[in-house]
């Protein structure tokens, strides 16, 4: 079937099966590769989308579920890279593998949208995504920082 999906902005026109995860159209169709594939089941958060601007996990969400929604990927996020969490995941050193950063920083703007002034707890809390590198301190700082400029 044919979809036109808006993301980041942009409609795009895809041919894909309703059942086709929105992980794999944002990759394979539209050639956004920021969307990680983590565990497939919606466990880890590697694939978190914004969907109407809400966090939404592009792994289980269906591209037959997308037209006339608002999809944001970590490309649409900021135009230069220069989004508050990401200015502060490179100067908290965030980073080591970087396979889970783009979901991780997707479910810390859904975060300090809803809650902009967050407590240690809240970012703790709200954060349910994977880091297999354990960087969880320096995210838990990377996020309060970028609390101070959002």
């Known amino acids: ?15 894909a099966e309703p059942s086709t995860p929105m992980l794999w159209v944002l990759r394979e169709h539209i050639g956004l590769t920021g969307t990680k594939y983590g565990c497939g089941i919606a466990r880890c958060g590697a694939c978190t989308i914004h969907v109407d601007g809400r966090p939404a ?6 591209v037959s579920s997308a037209e006339g929604k608002e999809i944001t990927t970590i490309e649409g996020l900021s135009e230069k890279g220069d989004h508050p ?4 995941w490179i100067e908290e050193q965030v ?6 950063q783009s979901g991780m920083i997707m ?8 809650k902009p ?4 707890e809240d ?3 709200g954060i349910a995504n994977l880091c297999r590198c354990g960087t ?3 995210i838990v700082r990377a996020i309060e920082r970028a609390a101070k400029e959002v």
């Not at 980073?95 to 889970?100: D, L, R």
């Open 136 to 138: 969880y301190t320096r």
């Open 123 to 125: 970012i703790k809390n």
């Open 107 to 114: 479910s810390a703007a859904a975060l300090l949208k809803r």
């Open 117 to 120: 002034d967050p407590s240690r």
């Open 95 to 100: 980073p080591q593998c970087g396979y889970c």
């Open 1 to 15: 079937m044919r979809y036109t999906i808006k993301v980041n902005g942009n409609e795009h026109a895809v041919d």
């Open 57 to 62: 996990f592009a792994c289980q969400f269906l």
């Open 85 to 88: 969490l990401q200015r502060a």
